[in-house]
């Protein structure tokens, strides 16, 4: 059977809405409205932890052995790799540091700014020091929200806008900031690690200066898969633009060496203006913290070469570390502990109401490994009933259906040219409205 995705009022009425929802279309910043103007909303109260992880014994050999050189994401893995989350819920873990953004906002000039935003990239990172599972493979059509207008001051919501190959939409929004993101990757395994590369561009625009922001994740090792303990690692340059003013910031992530502990989980970057000219440069780890420090005016030479003065550091990232029982609980951090955590009102197609997962979290791993064949199985027969139309379709002469998400649309970026999802608005009015008849059925 083929979902068909109903044309209701919220065609007009979503549609209307994502004309006063805040959102970034064509490069544009919508103006901020009262339906998204955010009002303070009484503060609830949300868990600090989530139930301990059931002790279940797996040959990773016996599974890894038959995967060497192929596409991760194409692998059917059993929920003994995985940890009670989504990949919509993990790449929300990247605003667990958005206090970062709106210290940002406010900085005194575009430079400082960009030495902020740069922290904020690193502290995404900083959770995949000591959690090596994996998160659930989103279904299509699967979203999630996530509104903490209430203590932190912003909202998201996140679509898997496609399947084959997997592609995460996103769309985060504050009074001070709107970013989005589009993410994939590429994952192979080499036999003693496995390899991540991500794609995709993420964009951050600040509301009152304009300020537009671009940059992508940098490479991801799992080292150790067939012998030793787990450690992940992560290295490359990510370069970070304003295109507004031309200026940019290059991180450069060093690769670890285990047994030299100064060398481990390393960071350095600057922090360049219009003229290629350093202004700030910074250090640290990210797994811990990271220092900006200004580049004074003075600047000296040394053989020929400059070397730069700057003022004392400041710490513009800073860890919260979990308790030490985390590790009874997948070393969930207190903000990744609440993602999962059950509201009402959701969309039906929420990673929250997802079965299998939740049958993790509760300890049930029989259930959820049973569960998660079954979903998988259901997503296969609706792509074949898919395809199966597309072929009659073209055979008689018919366009040809293409799956179209429900939240997000293609469309071209300005900023770089590039066709990228873009949020099209209308989720919170029919949040509001509990009108969810455009939602396929997936779970």
Excluded at 50 to 58: A, M, S
Excluded at 149 to 165: A, N, R, Y
Aim: proline content about 6%; charged content about 25%.
């Amino acid at each position: 059977m083929v979902i068909q995705v109903n044309e209701v009022e919220s065609e007009a009425d979503c549609s209307k809405a994502a004309a006063e929802d805040v959102a970034v279309s064509n490069g544009t910043v919508a103006p901020v409205t009262s339906s998204s103007a955010m009002p303070a909303a009484k503060k609830r109260q949300r868990r600090t932890r989530i139930p301990d992880k059931p002790y279940k014994p797996l040959n990773l050999w016996s599974i890894m052995r038959n995967c060497i050189g192929k596409e991760l994401t194409k692998i059917p893995m059993p929920v003994n790799f995985s940890e009670p989350l989504s990949m919509l819920q993990r790449l929300v873990e990247d605003y667990e540091y958005s206090e970062i953004l709106d210290k940002a906002a406010m900085a005194s000039d575009s430079c400082e700014q960009l030495a902020y935003v740069a922290a904020f990239t690193v502290s995404s990172y900083a959770t995949t020091s000591n959690r090596t599972a994996k998160p659930f493979n989103p279904l299509l059509g699967e979203t999630y929200e996530l509104d903490r207008t209430d203590d932190l001051g912003w909202k998201c919501i996140s679509e898997q806008v496609s399947h084959h190959p997997p592609v995460v939409a996103q769309h985060c929004e504050s009074k001070n900031w709107i970013c989005h993101q589009e993410f994939s990757m590429t994952s192979s395994f080499k036999g003693k690690y496995l390899q991540v590369k991500p794609l995709g561009m993420t964009h951050l625009t600040f509301l009152s200066s304009g300020n537009h922001y671009t940059w992508r994740k940098v490479t991801t090792n799992v080292n150790n898969i067939i012998l030793g303990k787990l450690w992940v690692d992560h290295h490359g340059d990510m370069e970070i633009v304003n295109h507004k003013t031309g200026e940019k910031c290059v991180l450069q992530f060093i690769p670890s060496e285990p047994f030299s502990p100064s060398k481990q989980r390393k960071v350095t970057g600057a922090v360049m203006n219009a003229k290629g000219e350093v202004v700030w440069v910074l250090n640290g780890t990210w797994d811990n913290k990271m220092e900006a420090s200004k580049v004074a005016e003075k600047r000296s030479q040394v053989k020929g070469k400059q070397v730069l003065e700057t003022e004392a550091p400041v710490v513009v990232w800073q860890r919260r570390w979990p308790p030490l029982e985390a590790e009874k609980y997948y070393n969930f951090s207190e903000f990744a502990c609440q993602l999962n955590e059950l509201e009402e009102g959701v969309a039906p197609t929420d990673s929250r109401l997802r079965p299998d997962q939740r049958l993790m979290e509760e300890g049930d791993w029989d259930q959820s490994n049973e569960k998660k064949e079954s979903l998988e199985n259901k997503q296969r027969a609706t792509r074949r009933a898919r395809e199966l139309e597309a072929e009659l379709a073209a055979q008689e002469g018919r366009p040809v259906p293409q799956y179209e998400p429900i939240w997000f649309k293609k469309e071209m970026e300005p900023i770089t040219n590039s066709v990228h999802h873009l949020y099209k608005g209308g989720y919170w009015e029919c949040k509001e409205k509990q009108n969810w008849s455009v939602c396929p059925d997936i779970f």
